[in-house]
């Protein structure tokens, strides 16, 4: 059996006072590239259009307009990009705040069909 190389390369944060913290790591399994790991907090009652805002800042690189558009982000789009964390919106209610993740970046929401919160919110 062969070991696995597991790396973590080109780690990104992005920082937004009135919005979030975000956290991107392209991750490796023996040299290949496995998926782009995103871990997001947005902070409670954040408008929408700054929630998407901040998003897209932080996953512009991955926009199909972007990879046809400026060479020099050589990002694979056949890579996965998992994008998870407290977002403190229920994304049922707020179909509309997500749907340009879908539309720019061909992202699918699974929301849990469980309480995320100690108080079963």
Do not use: W
């Amino acid at each position: 059996m062969h070991p696995i190389h597991f790396a973590v390369h080109n780690k990104r944060r992005l920082q937004d006072i009135g919005a979030g913290d975000i956290c991107m790591n392209d991750i490796t399994i023996n040299g290949q590239s496995c998926c782009t790991l995103s871990s997001v907090y947005i902070h409670p009652g954040v408008d929408a259009s700054r929630l998407k805002m901040f998003l897209f800042s932080a996953l512009k690189k991955y926009s199909e307009k972007n990879l046809l558009i400026d060479e020099k982000f050589h990002t694979d789009k056949d890579v996965p990009i998992i994008v998870m964390g407290d977002f403190n919106v229920d994304v049922k209610r707020n179909e509309k705040a997500f749907g340009f993740m879908k539309k720019h970046f061909d992202l699918n929401m699974e929301p849990t069909n469980y309480p995320s919160t100690l108080g079963n919110s």
